[in-house]
T-cell receptor
Framework: GNSVTQMEGPVTLSEEAFLTINCTYT??????LFWYVQYPGEGLQLLLK?????DKGSNKGFEATYRKETTSFHLEKGSVQVSDSAVYFC????????????FGKGTKLSVIP | DAGVIQSPRHEVTEMGQEVTLRCKPI?????LFWYRQTMMRGLELLIY????????DSGMPEDRFSAKMPNASFSTLKIQPSEPRDSAVYFC??????FGSGDEKLFFGSGTQLSVL
C-alpha cells in the first residue's frame, strides 16, 4: 500500500535559518503530492502541492519538488520566521478516482527569535 | 465562507458515555471526511462521504463508532460507548474538487479534542 515517511521532529531553528523537512513516499502508481500545515489549535491547511514528476510546488516562501527518481518531496524554506512554527504533514493521493489521502506523521517545527 | 465548523471544540467524558461530534462542511462541497489524529498513529481516515452517501467506512475502528450525513450541510460522528483509547483529536474535512483530478484540496475544521476518562 501507499505510505509517507517524514523526518522525525521536533525541529528547532532560529529565525532566518534555512529549513528542510524530508519526505519520502511509497506508491504503486503516479501520486499527487502535498504539504499541509497545522498551526496550533487549528485544522490542517494545504500549503503546496505537485501533481507530476519534476513539478515544483510553492507558497509563502516554501518550496518542494516532486522527485520521482528518489520518491521524495522535501519541503524547504530559505528563511524561516517565528510565524512558521507549526506541524507540517507530507501527504499523497494515488491517481484518478482515488479519494484517500495518505499522511505522514507530521514534523513539528519551532522557530525561536 | 466560515470554513468547516466543528463542535464541540473540547469534550471530556467518562468511559461508557455516548459522545457525538458534529460537523458543518463548507457550503457546496460534496465530499466529507472524518479523520482521527493521535500521537501514536498520526492522521487516520475514519469515513468518507460523497454527496451525503458513505463511500468508505473501512477506517472506522469498530462497531462503537458510527457516522451519518443526513444532508449536505451536516454530519455527525458518534461513539457509543466511549473508551479511554478513543481519546484523540477528531477532524472533519470537506472538499469540492473531484479527487484524482490533480486539484484535490481538503479544508479541515479546527477539530474536536476528545478526552475519555
Amino acid at each position: 500500500g501507499n505510505s509517507v515517511t517524514q523526518m522525525e521532529g521536533p525541529v528547532t531553528l532560529s529565525e532566518e535559518a534555512f529549513l528542510t523537512i524530508n519526505c519520502t513516499y511509497t506508491a504503486t502508481g503516479y501520486p499527487s503530492l502535498f504539504w499541509y500545515v497545522q498551526y496550533p489549535g487549528e485544522g490542517l491547511q494545504l500549503l503546496l502541492k505537485a501533481t507530476k514528476a519534476d513539478d515544483k510546488g510553492s507558497n509563502k516562501g516554501f518550496e518542494a519538488t516532486y522527485r520521482k527518481e528518489t520518491t521524495s518531496f522535501h519541503l524547504e524554506k530559505g528563511s524561516v520566521q517565528v510565524s512558521d512554527s507549526a506541524v507540517y504533514f507530507c501527504a499523497l493521493i494515488e491517481g484518478a478516482g482515488s479519494y484517500q489521502l495518505t499522511f505522514g506523521k507530521g514534523t513539528k517545527l519551532s522557530v525561536i527569535p | 465562507d466560515a470554513g468547516v465548523i466543528q463542535s464541540p471544540r473540547h469534550e471530556v467524558t467518562e468511559m461508557g458515555q455516548e459522545v457525538t461530534l458534529r460537523c458543518k462542511p463548507i457550503s457546496g462541497h460534496n465530499s466529507l471526511f472524518w479523520y482521527r489524529q493521535t500521537m501514536m498513529r498520526g492522521l487516520e481516515l475514519l469515513i468518507y462521504f460523497n454527496n451525503n452517501v458513505p463511500i468508505d467506512d473501512s477506517g472506522m475502528p469498530e462497531d462503537r463508532f458510527s457516522a451519518k450525513m443526513p444532508n449536505a450541510s451536516f454530519s455527525t460522528l458518534k461513539i457509543q460507548p466511549s473508551e479511554p483509547r478513543d481519546s484523540a483529536v477528531y477532524f472533519c474535512a470537506s472538499s469540492l474538487a473531484l479527487f484524482g483530478s490533480g486539484d484535490e484540496k481538503l479544508f479541515f475544521g479546527s477539530g474536536t479534542q476528545l478526552s475519555v476518562l
